[in-house]
């Protein structure tokens, strides 16, 4: 089995930054895709930030010119600058990879535990 794990988060003032990461470890052949996904109070999962093993990113609408992803291959690791917060990016935060635990079969979707932003006004 492979297991995600983030860190970073926390509680910040609007305008402020915050940096999350997330290392994969485990049973891990490749890693395909990689993102960000939130999920706020009374409201759904959504995804914030994509990208793919070969760098291609994909953000929300909500977080275009603020929010950042990057992957670092090698490590496992995926990382999401968040820049120029807003109280409306207030969410729990969600790690997310699709993994080849060898290198046949297809890829299984792996998420992390979540960890809280807050964003005060």
């Known amino acids: 089995q492979a297991q995600l794990v983030e860190s970073g988060g926390g509680s910040v003032q609007a305008g402020g930054s915050l940096r999350l990461s997330c290392a994969a470890s485990?049973?891990?052949?490749?890693?395909?895709?990689m993102g960000w996904y939130r999920q706020a109070p009374g409201k759904e999962r959504e995804l914030v930030a994509a990208?793919?093993?070969?760098?291609?990113?994909n953000y929300a609408d909500s977080v275009k010119g603020r929010f950042t992803i990057s992957r670092d291959n090698a490590k496992n690791t995926v990382s999401l600058q968040m820049n120029s917060l807003k109280p409306e990016d207030t969410a729990v935060y969600y790690c997310?990879?699709?993994?080849?635990?060898?290198?046949?079969?297809?890829?299984?979707?792996?998420w992390g535990q979540g960890t809280q932003v807050t964003v005060s006004s």
């Open positions: 485990g049973s891990i052949f490749s890693i395909n895709g």
């Open positions: 990208i793919t093993s070969g760098g291609s990113t």
């Open positions: 997310h990879a699709k993994i080849f635990r060898s290198r046949f079969g297809s890829d299984y979707d792996y």
